[in-house]
């Protein structure tokens, strides 16, 4: 079946770090841009960071610039998105999509493209 399924979440300090991990199973993710969002109760869905199917081009939001960090690896068909300096703002629920031959600025600018959801992972920082 085809399913992406995010983990890593949990638990973290102010100032921690957490890597999450989407896997996908099913299909191929070397012909997808993968993205990350993010949604906290009471809040609308924020997209976070994509990675290009292609050329490796990257975006990220100015919320988690310079912090936050994606890749992938084809080879293990899994997009990783490490988080340094966690902060309790970061606290939501993690999300990752992915879109066949979706363009960076389809997925992560204009907000379209993403054919298949994981369920989420969630994380937490607080002291």
């Known amino acids: 079946q085809v399913q992406l399924v995010e983990s890593g979440g949990g638990l973290a300090q102010p100032g921690g770090s957490l890597r999450l991990s989407c896997a996908a199973s099913g299909f191929t993710l070397d012909a997808y841009t993968v993205g990350w969002f993010r949604q906290a109760p009471g809040k609308e869905r924020e997209r976070l960071s994509c990675?290009?199917?292609?050329?490796?081009?990257?975006y990220y939001a100015d919320s988690v610039k310079g912090r936050f960090t994606i890749s992938r690896d084809n080879a293990k068909n899994t997009v990783y998105l490490q988080m340094n300096s966690l902060t309790p703002a970061d606290t939501a629920q993690y999300f990752c999509?992915?879109?066949?031959?979706?363009?960076?600025?389809?997925?992560?600018?204009?907000?379209?493209?993403?054919?298949?959801w994981g369920k989420g992972t969630l994380v937490t920082v607080s002291s």
């Open positions: 990675i290009s199917f292609n050329d490796g081009n990257t």
């Open positions: 999509t992915a879109g066949l031959f979706t363009t960076i600025q389809a997925m992560c600018l204009w907000d379209n493209g993403m054919d298949y």
